[in-house]
Nanobody, 119 residues
Framework: QVQLVESGGGLVQAGDSLRLSCAAS????????MGWFRQAPGKKREFVAA???????YYAGSVKGRFTISRDNAKNTVYLQMNTLKPEDTDTYYC?????????????WGQGTQVTVSS
């Protein structure tokens, strides 16, 4: 039973920053890859960023250079630092654990947190 608890979403202006957090169980965080995905109503869930057990990071081209995924092992938490936010970043953001690559490879998901970027 793996629980993922997200926080950090909100309403910001274009160019602002947000940091999303996702707390997971220790065993899941330490032994599996974790990622962030986003989804707008009526759209498919898309990959944003991922980090594997070795600490290697991966990013979608649309966010590379603006977003950073990181881990805090002491807190069993993964973060997504989002800088230079754009209106097109507006989505519900979901953290995932237990996989790597596409959304279908992940076993556990958070509840989602809304990010809204106004122009």
């Amino acid at each position: 039973q793996v629980q993922l608890v997200e926080s950090g979403g909100g309403l910001v202006q274009a160019g602002d920053s947000l940091r999303l957090s996702c707390a997971a169980s220790e065993r899941t965080f330490s032994s599996s890859g974790m990622g962030w995905f986003r989804q707008a109503p009526g759209k498919k869930r898309e990959f944003v960023a991922a980090i594997n057990w070795r600490g290697n990071t991966y990013y979608a081209g649309s966010v590379k250079g603006r977003f950073t995924i990181s881990r805090d092992n002491a807190k069993n938490t993964v973060y997504l630092q989002m800088n230079t936010l754009k209106p097109e970043d507006t989505d519900t953001y979901y953290c995932a654990a237990g996989g790597t690559g596409p959304a279908s490879s992940y076993d556990y998901w958070g509840q989602g947190t809304q990010v809204t970027v106004s122009s």
